[in-house]
């Protein structure tokens, strides 16, 4: 995040959120000295799970490397100021194949007064990118924060004119040089709803549509992305950015991808991450994990340091196991240069380098989900729920389970988001007897009025009335007490209520 993301009051996190944000704008801490307590905190369990001597790790086993060979990319942020210190770009430069520079293209650097434009900064991050083989994710065109005070002044007659101008000239000037934009960066507050910024109180919702043609117009081979934070699980935040995805594909706005910034807190990665990711690659957009970092109260224990290598490589495998999820970068590089102990105090040691520029578990942990090897084995470098990347679903789902389905004990809850004329609907189901179910069916029973248009993580037929969900390829287990989690899109007609009657391979099913 280095500066700039305004995240609400700087306060500790609250259990169950995975960021929170401040209206100040932010800059790159100083190094802490917080190395020789984390260490000691770690004990051997660090030692054993610290990869070769130098910074960068291990030499052949580098995450670029790795990422590439699968696919994919493994990125990471940098500011101007990171360019100056050679431990960071001999880092970023070894281990990472993308850059997303931290703050050099956004608004209030870009064109701090109307009309006067500045690309020095951005053109350093560029040409760092360009000497080290490294992509670049632009960012970010539009955004509420970091804005300069002379666009919020503005008539709201002459916004949409200043955007359009802005977007044109930055994209214009980095075209060809940026794999892809995020065009509108944060949109949404928790609830779902808009964030009544200078732009959408100008434009209303219409101002996205216009921000990504006029990106398009500007720079047509340039991939285009929404980029939020507390969208990465299902709920109300990723419930509304999908409905806006869906809607903007429908309308023909030309729209690439969907980037989870993935800011989470130790131990809190949502369980539903795979599904989510899967649900918005259904819509025909790529998905990226943008500006992941995952914090915990300093000084780390050793405790929190395995389950920060537990939630890497469950991003790391979410990502591998969903065809477009195109890459994971991180933000920052290091602990020292990372913008959580400025932002929420008590809390830090987020990356995958400690305080020395060392690679941490975590670092192992994502080599191993890449399909690297390591010196010694990370703590608990995988996690059980995590997808193994060799599991991703097939491109088509399967007709039928491979094991006939049997009944099984069962609960079902489900979460409904809702506007005028349409809905998305989460279904969660839990296993509650002895024994695995391994290939399902979930039978149910939509209100009246209500009509299915596409779905994720099951296929779902009919459209109305008594329809079944059956699994895919990749999810047709769930263990005794485990639980799957599928979804739908429907049109209504002003009943917007859940779907009733679940049955799970013909046994009832209880209300979870």
Not at 57 to 80: C, H, I, M, P, V
Not at 102 to 125: R, Y
Request: aromatic fraction near 8%; hydrophobic fraction near 35%.
């Amino acid at each position: 995040m280095a500066r700039g993301r305004p995240y609400g009051p700087c306060t500790p996190p609250t259990p169950g959120r995975t960021h929170h944000g401040c209206t100040v704008a932010r800059s790159s801490p100083p190094g802490r000295a917080l190395a020789a307590l984390a260490l000691a905190a770690a004990g051997g369990l660090l030692a054993a799970a610290t990869v070769g001597s130098g910074p960068a790790g291990a030499a052949g086993t580098t995450l670029r490397d790795l990422a590439e060979a699968k696919g994919s990319y493994f990125g990471t942020a940098l500011t101007q100021s990171n360019l100056n210190s050679s431990t960071i770009t001999a880092i970023a430069g070894t281990q990472f194949d993308m850059v997303t520079p931290g703050n050099e293209m956004k608004w209030d650097t870009t064109e701090s007064s109307a009309g006067n434009f500045n690309f020095g900064p951005g053109d350093q991050i560029v040409s760092f990118a360009k000497a080290h083989s490294m992509r670049v994710r632009g960012h970010t065109l539009v955004w509420h924060s970091q804005l300069p005070n002379w666009v919020s002044s503005l008539p709201t007659a002459q916004v949409q004119a200043a955007m359009e101008n802005h977007i044109t000239t930055e994209a214009t000037h980095y075209k060809g040089q940026v794999y892809s934009w995020d065009v509108v960066n944060e949109p949404f507050n928790e609830d779902g709803s808009l964030r009544t910024d200078a732009f959408y109180n100008a434009m209303g919702s219409g101002y996205i549509a216009d921000a990504l043609r006029t990106a398009h117009a500007a720079d047509p081979n340039a991939k285009l992305y929404l980029n939020d934070y507390n969208i990465e699980g299902l709920g109300a935040k990723s419930d509304a950015m999908y409905q806006l995805v869906s809607s903007l594909k429908q309308q023909g706005v030309p729209i690439d991808g969907v980037g989870f910034e993935s800011h989470f807190i130790v131990g809190q990665v949502p369980s539903t991450l795979k599904a989510n990711i899967q649900r918005f690659t259904a819509l025909g957009v790529n998905v990226a994990i943008t500006e992941l970092d995952d914090r915990m109260p300093v000084p780390a224990s050793a405790a929190n340091l395995a389950q920060q290598a537990t939630d890497y490589a469950y991003v790391v495998n979410s990502c591998l196991a969903v065809s477009g999820c195109v890459g994971v970068s991180q933000w920052g590089v290091g602990d020292p240069d990372s913008w959580i102990p400025g932002f929420f105090s008590g809390y830090g040691a987020a990356t995958m380098y400690d305080d020395n520029y060392q690679p941490k578990a975590a670092y192992n942990a994502a080599v191993t989900a890449l399909g690297g090897s390591t010196s010694s084995p990370s703590p608990s470098s995988s996690s059980s729920a995590s997808p193994s990347p060799s599991s991703s679903p097939s491109s088509s789902p399967s007709s039928s389970p491979s094991v006939p389905p049997t009944g099984a004990a069962c609960k079902v809850s489900t979460q409904v988001s809702a506007w005028n004329t349409g809905l998305t609907e989460n279904v969660t189901v839990t296993n509650t007897g002895g024994s695995a179910v391994n290939g399902w069916k979930l039978t149910f029973t939509l209100p009246g009025g209500q009509s299915v248009t596409n779905a994720w993580n099951a296929t779902v037929s009919p459209a109305t009335g008594q329809v079944s969900a059956v699994n895919l390829a990749y999810n047709a287990a769930i263990p005794a007490g485990g639980s799957t989690t599928f979804g739908f899109q429907a049109n209504h007609t002003g009943n917007a209520a859940a779907a009733g009657g679940f049955a799970l391979n013909g046994v009832s099913c209880t209300a979870g």
